[in-house]
């Protein structure tokens, strides 16, 4: 006997609706490396593995809206009429829903003039002819209707995760009456999210009431003459036609023209490979440790370059040259501040040299050659190549050409830090280093030195091919400049800051980790005292039940596997009950502890340093980034956070901790690059930028009568102008209404003109050129301006606005951390340029240096560029980094 078939049915909108509300309070954690917002998609994805593995279906198909005409509206013009726009971070994440289900195998569908219902209708009538089972998976109950015997409508109840199965003896138990009824309790009560009338004050209980006397609506009307007298016959009478109207607009159409049959919506399964590379694009890395699927391939072999022995007479002849040579220094690990070197290549005069033996490094000839700033070099990674030579006591100067730099300027949406993706950019076939050695456990050296010796001359090799061409296009696009003034000098000084390190007092660490440890103690005891019994806080499940049974504490939100005790839930429950806000601390104070109290701990290296590895080439903006560990990410809003910066000190006992920041760089860069009038009088005389917002927007006379509040939300509205926050995101950012929030941009837009303008501009520049540009030329290229997909086309369009502002922003930094850094050297200063935290450099210096760097720094850093505003630089300093902020 052949298995039973199974079609599975989703209603596409409203799942999607219900994936982003469901996680709405995360929106701005879940943003692809392309700047999407990707939480209704984790949310909608994370539904379709459940479902999938409960429904185990034969057939599937995902229906959705084709647009807001239909024969609805038709009908009856207000149909939905009053329902909100869709926010742009859903809008723009639909295409990717589909692109995703296609890749999972499930087809999708829409039709003209029709709804995602009518599709679901039609063919679970179609699939119940045929035998089979059919689910509906919906966040809207009107479908429930379509339950019979081999129907089930799961409607989505807490998020999308969890489900309420009706069949026709649920709908019975919970409403009174039958699946065909709903439509007439429909035309008689009307529905409000769809917005069609009904009968005036008949609600559900009186519609329910109605239908199980008279059977249909059809039925009570043939019998209203003979009512008794009241209201609610009168309102029958009276509102016939609107309900009979009603009835017509909720009956979902089981006969439309779809042009889809059974036989072409066959769940075909995942497409691994494609599945994959959509996850990684998407950084749902949850989802790939799911898929069990082994990456590791094997590589074909690499044609043999003819190479010698990188020796003592190999380095003599190397030294001696006077031509540009290419060098490559090989580390396996991700740390290259730890990690090895595993082989050195070099190509001179068109001979290639490579050795796995560094004792190279100790040859006078070769390491003279190294240090030589007048001997020219091409590298990849010439910060990588600095600190690995450092580390084995060599200097290493002279490169002109970093091919990595180049590869990023390039085209920073295609930043790839491995120099065989590159040349695979460019058409050459170089494995990467996954591809080479092997990923995970599977990472090893080959065995046979002479395959690793002749990789490395192949890595030597694409980057001579590659030069020419690559230089050229940096020509062309006007960015040599910025490669030769900007990208390539700080790439040796952040290989310098790497280098130094900072300083960090382990036992302070550990005293910090006693003492939040006794703190977690103490609110743990608090927490249970108030519970009335002890259990494991860190479970999620346990909580749930001491929250929201033993406390009683109303349920806010549930999860498959219990009660939600997530931040957004437990943030509303804050006044209901003291435990809340003891659980907020203790989770707080439990993050802090083990990230960094704890964590930092394992980096701390025999010299008493922490060397982070400052990510150059990372960001589409130009920000510099930081890992191994995270420097940057160290929280400053709440004290304990703050207190983690106690733990960094300067070198030696008698010097100090230095710090300068640009105070609101990223908004008197949006004055100067828009020429707002407002806006530059206000940086201009010095004005607190977020009061004078404030007062302006709010319509008050002074600045006198603007509250914290206002202040707050202008502040959050001047940020989020920066990166072209729609009404929806400010609404959620200062907890307000979208109406309110659309007003707030409306206003401020009407007192600084001359930002909106620049808005306007620069998205028409964006559609003209193809790109946009900082003020120090760094392109960002948008090839999705033009797109027909929306999602696409809107997100080019914020990342045209906020690009020349974040992006200039960080040119202006680097800037004054280049320029900075020649001054300690032509001051003869012994300070040190230890970090930088976006917009903020920390030095550590003696005591005597500090008057010096008070003048030196802030004036140094405010003409790193000129604009129109001037850049406003605060410093301190102290013992530690926390005292110096």
Not at 311 to 336: H, P
Not at 570 to 593: A, C, F, T
Not at 620 to 645: A, K, M
Not at 785 to 801: D, G, P, V, Y
Request: hydrophobic letters at 35%.
């Amino acid at each position: 006997m052949a298995d039973k078939k199974k079609l599975l049915l989703i209603d596409g909108n409203s799942v999607s609706f219900r994936a982003f509300f469901a996680m709405h309070n995360v929106l701005d954690k879940f943003i692809s490396g392309d700047g999407i917002h990707t939480n209704a998609l984790y949310a909608f994805n994370n539904m379709l593995d459940i479902i999938l593995k409960d429904e185990k279906p034969t057939h599937a198909l995902v229906a959705f809206d084709a647009g807001k005409t239909t024969f609805r509206t038709e009908m009856f013009s207000d149909y939905k009429g009053t329902r909100a726009k869709t926010p742009p971070e859903l809008m723009e994440q639909l295409p990717l829903i589909q692109e995703m289900l296609n890749l999972r195998g499930i087809k999708t569908y829409e039709l003209k003039n029709y709804e995602a219902d009518d599709i679901i209708g039609t063919l679970s009538r179609e699939g119940e002819k045929d035998g089979m089972d059919v689910t509906i998976i919906t966040g809207d109950r009107d479908l429930t209707q379509l339950t019979t015997d081999k129907v089930t409508v799961k409607v989505n109840i807490k998020g999308v995760t969890e489900t309420e199965a009706y069949t026709p003896t649920h709908v019975k138990e919970k409403l009174g009456i039958t699946p065909e009824q709903i439509i007439d309790m429909k035309g008689l009560m009307g529905d409000n999210s769809d917005h069609y009338p009904g009968v005036e004050k008949v609600g559900e209980k009186t519609a329910i009431k109605l239908l199980n006397e008279y059977g249909t609506m059809e039925g009570l009307y043939e019998h209203v003459d003979e009512m008794k007298k009241s209201k609610l016959k009168e309102h029958l009478i009276n509102d016939k036609d609107q309900a009979f109207l009603s009835k017509k607009l909720a009956t979902i159409n089981c006969e439309a023209p779809i042009e889809v049959k059974l036989a072409d919506v066959e769940y075909q399964g995942d497409n691994q490979e494609q599945l994959i590379q959509f996850y990684q694009k998407m950084s749902f890395n949850s989802f790939l440790e799911k898929m069990d699927v082994d990456t590791g391939e094997t590589q074909a072999e690499l044609p043999e370059i003819k190479f010698a022995e990188l020796d003592a007479e190999a380095a003599k002849k190397i030294a001696s040259s006077n031509k540009t040579q290419t060098l490559i220094v090989e580390s396996l690990g991700e740390n290259y501040h730890i990690s090895p070197i595993i082989g050195l290549a070099v190509e001179s005069e068109g001979n290639f040299y490579a050795t796995t033996d560094v004792t190279i490094l100790e040859d006078a000839n070769f390491k003279s050659w190294l240090a030589d700033g007048k001997k020219e070099k091409y590298v990849f990674d010439n910060k990588k190549t600095i600190a690995l030579l450092n580390r084995y006591g060599c200097e290493f100067n002279g490169v002109s050409f970093d091919m990595l730099l180049v590869s990023y300027l390039l085209d920073t949406n295609n930043n790839k830090t491995d120099i065989g993706i590159v040349a695979q950019n460019y058409g050459h076939n170089l494995p990467n280093a996954d591809e080479f050695y092997g990923k995970g456990t599977k990472r090893a050296i080959p065995e046979d030195e002479k395959v690793l010796m002749n990789f490395l001359c192949q890595k030597a090799q694409i980057i001579n091919e590659l030069h020419d061409k690559m230089m050229q296009e940096l020509k062309d696009n006007d960015q040599d400049s910025l490669y030769d003034e900007i990208e390539l000098p700080l790439s040796i000084v952040l290989a310098s800051m790497e280098i130094k390190g900072v300083t960090v007092e382990a036992a302070k660490l550990k005293e910090m980790e006693n003492s939040f440890a006794e703190r977690l103690n103490t609110i743990e005891q608090k927490i249970y005292q108030e519970a009335g019994e002890e259990f494991n806080i860190n479970s999620p499940k346990q909580l749930g039940v001491v929250l929201f049974e033993d406390l009683k504490l109303p349920v806010i939100k549930k999860t498959k596997t219990g009660y939600s005790t997530a931040v957004d839930v437990l943030e509303k429950l804050k006044d209901k009950s003291p435990v809340v806000q003891m659980i907020l601390d203790y989770r707080q104070i439990s993050k802090i502890n083990s990230t960094y109290a704890i964590g930092l701990q394992k980096f701390i290296q025999q010299d008493n340093k922490i060397h982070t590895i400052y990510q150059q080439t990372l960001t589409q903006t130009g920000r510099l980034s930081s890992i191994d560990p995270n420097l940057q990410n160290i929280p400053i809003r709440i004290d304990e956070g703050r207190q983690i910066r106690k733990a960094f000190v300067p070198k030696h006992p008698d010097w100090e901790m230095f710090s300068a920041d640009y105070s609101q760089v990223e908004l008197r860069v949006l004055a100067h690059i828009s020429g707002d009038e407002n806006m530059q009088e206000a940086f201009k005389e010095d004005y607190d930028i977020h009061a004078h917002t404030a007062m302006r927007i709010f319509g008050l006379d002074t600045t006198d009568d603007v509250t914290p509040d206002m202040r707050r939300k202008a502040k959050a509205t001047n940020f989020g102008i920066v990166y072209g926050i729609s009404d929806y995101g400010l609404s959620q950012n200062i907890g307000i209404t979208r109406k309110e929030a659309a007003q707030f941009i409306e206003n401020y837009f009407e007192q600084y003109p001359g930002v909106k303008q620049y808005m306007d501009d620069i998205v028409k520049f964006a559609r003209e050129n193809g790109y946009v540009e900082t003020i120090m030329h760094r392109r960002r290229y948008l090839p999705d301006i033009h797109a027909k997909n929306f999602a696409l086309r809107n997100f080019a369009q914020r990342t045209a606005m906020n690009t020349p502002i974040q992006g200039s922003a960080a040119d202006i930094i680097k800037v004054a951390m280049i320029n900075m850094q020649k001054k300690i050297k032509d001051e003869n200063l012994q300070a040190n340029l230890l970090l930088q935290v976006h917009d903020e450099m920390i030095f550590e210096a003696p005591k005597e240096e500090i008057p010096i760097l008070e003048k030196l720094v802030p004036s140094v850093m405010d003409s790193a560029v000129k604009l129109d505003v001037p850049l406003k630089v605060e410093s301190a300093h102290g013992k530690t980094w926390y005292e110096a902020k």
